[in-house]
């Protein structure tokens, strides 16, 4: 149980963890589950849909610009301006014809992945300079769990959503919450 045997002040360190890996894991589950189905829906190939897992390099090769973020810049600035990023190209999205998957497209797709993959960084740097070593066991727990959440929460309810709501409306209110957020 996470309360038993955590001070007040580890729990609220905690339930910050649990937050930044929700958000970490929200852009994830759009990229993976909610674009396939609106790429789909509105008329793109398989064989395109199957190629654009190749934008997602960025998550592979974030190695190269994690030091910088390391380094420069508060963290959590650096989670807020990915925030504010990610936000922009959902709202952007709906505004641009993704049947053809031009080049804007594939901009907008790789923007979110690179920013996705930054935001992990300026995530996993903050959650590690948080949680104290006798924290570190539970953090991890939370971090995994509400990583989970995320890709359910995110990717099928907004998939579920759409069943409700106009594709556009879906994606321009899933950038209004990132930005609040």
């Known amino acids: 149980m996470l309360g038993a045997g955590y001070s007040s002040a580890s729990r609220k360190k905690l339930g910050v963890v649990a937050l930044l890996y929700f958000i970490q894991g ?4 759009i990229l993976w589950e909610v674009l396939p189905v609106y790429f789909r829906i509105n008329g793109v190939s398989l064989r395109a849909i199957g190629g654009l897992p ?28 990915c925030m504010l990023g990610i936000g922009a190209v959902l709202f952007a999205l ?12 594939l901009v907008l ?24 070593r006798e924290e570190e ?23 579920f959503l759409a069943a409700v709501l106009a594709w556009n409306s879906l994606f321009i209110l899933a950038g209004s919450v990132f930005a609040l957020l």
């Not at 929200?26 to 589950?29: D, F, H, N, S």
């Not at 994690?66 to 420069?72: A, D, E, G, K």
């Open 54 to 81: 190749l934008l997602e390099l960025p998550y592979s090769l974030k190695v190269f610009w994690s030091p910088l973020v390391h380094r420069y810049g508060d963290r959590r600035m650096w989670v807020t301006a």
């Open 94 to 105: 709906p505004f641009v014809d993704v049947a053809g998957v031009g080049l804007i497209v």
């Open 26 to 29: 929200a852009p994830a589950a």
């Open 137 to 159: 066991g539970a953090a991890n727990g939370v971090r995994a769990s509400a990583y989970r959440v995320a890709l359910v929460c995110a990717g099928g309810g907004l998939v």
């Open 109 to 132: 797709i790789l923007a979110l992945t690179t920013l996705s993959a930054t935001q992990d960084i300026a995530i996993d740097s903050y959650s590690v300079g948080l949680v104290n």
